[in-house]
């Protein structure tokens, strides 16, 4: 399995509060995904990394900032939770060069209630 | 853009039966295409690809060709079984370094003993 740790796996809080998800990788792949995960919808790509302090926005990326300070972590902030947040957030990882085969490999999850 | 369409479900089957989940992709060039399970409580796993026209890719007794004629790549299992119970997501990748995954909406898939 691919080591990708996601914390926390499961959080509730409630509207207007910040809340930090992390994705911590040891298989020092360059990139590195944030999608959520809802019901009628499939995935979707929040944000996305290409490197140490290289990011991206995805399709759905309004009311989500991301940081990335070193290749290991990558961190997805909500400043201020919203209730059409709540959703399973999933962290993904790719390679480049002799590792870029076009798959990705995923953490387990973390789901995230706003109440 | 690029846009993947699955079938919709839920699908419940009984064991032993024949499987068939459709998926169409829209997408310029020769993309790559994947199909992804999750099984419950789990993040997505990759199940096979096929990076080519008339390729076929295969794991596990499923199979997925890649056609390039009618932009399909339907995956099939001749008998599956209750372990087969998971959500499915069909998905493409554009040519480019920088390209990234598209998803289908996914389908649940029930198997019933």
């Known amino acids: 399995d691919a080591g990708i740790t996601q914390s926390p796996r499961h959080k509730v809080t409630e509207t207007g509060t910040p809340v930090t998800l992390r994705c911590h990788q040891t298989?020092?792949?360059?990139?590195m995904y944030w999608y959520r995960q809802d019901p009628g919808h499939g995935l979707r790509l929040i944000h996305y990394s290409y490197g140490v302090k290289d990011t991206d926005k995805g399709e759905v990326s309004d009311g989500y900032s991301v940081s990335r300070s070193k290749t290991e972590d990558f961190l997805l902030t909500l400043e201020s939770a919203t209730s059409s947040q709540t959703s399973v957030y999933f962290c993904?990882?790719?390679?480049?060069?002799?590792?870029?085969?076009?798959?990705?490999?995923f953490g387990e999850g973390s789901r995230l209630t706003v109440l | 853009g690029n846009s993947v369409t699955q079938m919709e479900g839920p699908v419940t089957l009984s064991e032993e039966a024949f499987l068939t989940i459709n998926c169409t992709y829209t997408?310029?060039?020769?993309?790559?295409l994947f199909w992804y399970v999750q099984y419950p409580g789990e993040g997505l796993q990759l199940l096979l690809k096929?990076?080519?026209?008339?390729d076929k890719g295969s794991n596990k007794g499923f199979e997925a060709t890649y056609r390039k004629e009618t932009t399909s790549f339907h995956l099939e299992k001749g008998s599956v079984q209750v372990s087969d119970s998971a959500v499915y997501f069909c998905?493409?990748?554009?040519?480019?370094?920088?390209?990234?995954?598209?998803f289908g909406k996914g389908i649940t898939l029930s198997v019933r003993p």
């Open positions: 998905a493409l990748r554009s040519t480019g370094a920088n390209s990234k995954l598209t």
């Open positions: 993904a990882i790719s390679g480049t060069g002799a590792l870029n085969t076009g798959e990705l490999f």
């Open positions: 298989e020092n792949h360059r990139y």
């Open positions: 096929a990076t080519k026209a008339d």
């Open positions: 997408a310029t060039g020769y993309p790559s």
